[in-house]
């Protein structure tokens, strides 16, 4: 029998030459860090970081292959002095597209100025006539928001996208290859989001019909996804892989939100996803093969560290320069002060971030942090801080005004300045007693919320029974021990970012935990702006209470410039951790929820039992019969 085979069915085996290859370089979460700044590294201070550095390292890149893709993963704002000019300059924007950025899309903290502000800037960056990379998010749900309304937060944003042309996905032509990117806005993205208007389609399902749509009218080699999902530890949790399992036609995802810094690419099948770090400290850059199916292999992967080493461009700075000349005359000067300002002069080595994540501990960078709230407002009895608003360590040295901005940069507030203000609120002793719980409890699954504070102190056992793991809480005033009165009211500060998010403590743990901010007098507060605290009507800002507070101290140097009190060189059992595994010290001081968890247990064995009685007597019976 012969076996005919139509010529175009048979595809040719592609010489080594015809192969196509694509460069990519990428950067995610950088925050404006637009400068060059200093840091723990490995326990050493780094210069790192800094666009006029990383854009000598596109421009090397490009002189090799000038149709290298460049790409980011959002939340390019907030973290720096630049964005207080966010909405009038787009200080971030532009500056990719300087560099020669051709995608980004949203992250989370793109919403920190509300709708407005996002909306603003958006315009600002397009009326600015400069180069400005494509912004793409394919799950914004405009349909389902149409259906009910839109709101006037939701307009002025739509407005902002189709002034900018913000869209699902774009085809880019680099070389012999046609790219489409596409972006994505994540589940935790949004529970981080707590003022964006906008609803969201679930990530994988409308990254399907996104894929499906590019597969259909564009004749594409390739699929990239910018995302804003990030990767976790657990896979079956991790935002980003569950992308790449369910929608298997994309190649690469750029993984922005989590901050990770994947040495090593995650691979699920045919896709990739790669995530180089925050704030410009490195810049991934790899290269990909099409295989003989049309997909796309790995053949090289680095995360290229933005070091002192890395010459920086002179234009990219002066052009940095002079947008942040504009931060001293629109924002700074209200405030009585600029960018280089020396508030204090600093010799303790305070901890890092990633100390903040990694250790579950007392931080004396969460303590100075947290008494400066206290410090600024009178009558406070506990002051709350929480390692995800903390966007920065103090270096050895002096600390200026923008060091301590940079530390403590979140978002805006009702007045629609920069910076979030701090708030009055009162919880109950019982409630500052599950505050101290969470901590312990839930912290190591969500590190973002490892709390920080001044006038509670706490010690816990990580060996014990979760939601049990707190042995003694109480409050210290002036050096002094305060046993903690559960229906006593107490007069809590935070900033306006905290206040709103510990909704979610109630939410996440499906109503067992709840913490309900409230007024003196004890009533539940519906509207925590409500509750901003004001000086001659302006609104107290978080970072301008650090300011404060870092001025206050004595000049023991006598040069005219106050020292970091050496009260922060070692810690005072704020937070103390008990590792004992002592069966007494495990089991004793029991509360409701250990209890709870008990019965659960307890009513979850005797079922088991039931069953297996049940399953016996079945099988009894069945036997009886057949006999």
């Not at 589940?187 to 597969?215: G, R």
């Not at 003694?472 to 306006?496: A, F, N, P, S």
């Not at 088991?608 to 036997?623: A, C, D, E, S």
Request: with cysteine; glycine share 8%; proline share 2%.
């Amino acid at each position: 029998m012969t076996l005919l085979v139509p010529l175009a069915q048979i595809t040719p085996l592609k010489a080594e030459s015809d192969t196509k290859e694509v460069d990519v370089m990428f950067t995610h979460d950088t925050h404006s860090h637009l400068d060059s700044f200093t840091t723990n590294v490995d326990g050493e201070l780094q210069k790192v970081g800094g666009f006029s550095r990383i854009k000598t390292l596109i421009n090397e890149q490009k002189k090799e292959n000038p149709n290298t893709l460049i790409l980011d993963g959002g939340d390019f704002s907030m973290g720096t002095l630049i964005q207080t000019v966010y909405d009038t300059q787009a200080a971030e924007l532009r500056m990719l597209g300087y560099l020669g950025y051709d995608v980004t899309t949203l992250g989370n903290h793109e919403f920190d100025y509300r709708s407005k502000g996002l909306a603003n800037m958006l315009k600002a960056a397009k009326s600015s006539g400069e180069t400005i990379p494509e912004l793409v998010v394919c799950n914004v749900d405009w349909d389902g928001m149409k259906k009910a309304g839109l709101s006037k937060g939701q307009r002025q944003i739509q407005s902002g996208f189709e002034t900018y042309g913000v869209k699902d996905y774009v085809v880019i032509q680099k070389g012999d290859t046609k790219i489409a990117v596409t972006g994505v806005f994540g589940k935790d993205s949004l529970e981080c989001a707590p003022t964006c208007e906008l609803l969201f389609k679930d990530p994988v399902e409308a990254m399907k019909d996104t894929v499906e749509k590019i597969k259909k009218k564009e004749k594409v080699d390739m699929v990239v996804c910018v995302s804003h999902c990030g990767t976790w530890e657990d896979e079956n949790k991790s935002e980003d892989e569950l992308l790449a399992k369910n929608v298997k036609d994309i190649d690469l995802i750029i993984s922005g939100h989590t901050h990770s810094e994947l040495k090593e690419p995650i691979q699920h099948e045919n896709t990739y996803i790669v995530s180089c770090g925050e704030y410009g400290k490195n810049i991934g850059s790899l290269s990909m093969k099409q295989n003989s199916k049309g997909r796309w292999d790995l053949s090289s992967y680095e995360l290229i560290p933005v070091s002192e080493n890395i010459q920086p461009d002179i234009e990219t700075q002066n052009r940095i320069d002079e947008l942040m000349d504009t931060v001293d005359t629109n924002y700074l000067a209200d405030f009585g002060y600029t960018r280089d300002c020396v508030l204090a002069q600093n010799d303790i080595e305070f901890n890092s971030l990633d100390e903040l994540y990694s250790k579950h501990e007392e931080s004396n960078l969460g303590q100075i942090i947290a008494d400066s709230f206290a410090y600024a407002v009178d009558s406070v009895d506990v002051a709350v801080v929480p390692s995800g608003t903390i966007r920065d360590t103090y270096t050895k040295g002096d600390i200026t005004v923008e060091d301590v901005y940079n530390s403590f940069s979140l978002g805006i507030g009702k007045d629609g300045i920069a910076g979030y203000p701090l708030i009055s609120t009162y919880l109950t002793g019982k409630e500052l007693k599950l505050a101290a719980e969470v901590d312990a409890s839930v912290s190591d699954f969500m590190t973002t919320a490892r709390l920080y504070c001044s006038g509670l102190n706490f010690t816990y056992n990580p060996n014990r029974m979760i939601l049990n793991k707190v042995t003694d809480c109480y409050l210290t005033k002036d050096g002094q021990r305060i046993e903690i009165q559960d229906d006593q009211l107490y007069h809590v500060v935070t900033d306006l970012y905290t206040g709103q998010m510990l909704g979610s403590v109630n939410k996440m743990s499906y109503g067992l935990l709840s913490l309900e901010p409230k007024d003196q007098d004890g009533n539940p507060i519906e509207n925590l702006e409500d509750h901003i605290i004001k000086e001659d009507g302006k609104e107290l800002k978080a970072w301008d209470a650090i300011a404060r507070y870092m001025r206050s101290f004595d000049d023991t140097d006598g040069d005219g410039i106050a020292n970091v009190s050496k009260y922060y060189a070692s810690t005072h059992d704020h937070k103390i951790v008990d590792d004992s595994k002592n069966i007494i010290d495990l089991i004793k001081k029991p509360n409701k929820f250990s209890a709870m968890i008990v019965a659960i247990v307890l009513v979850i064995i005797l079922l088991i039992v039931l069953l297996i009685l049940l399953i016996r007597r079945i099988i009894g019976k069945i036997r009886k019969k057949s006999k």
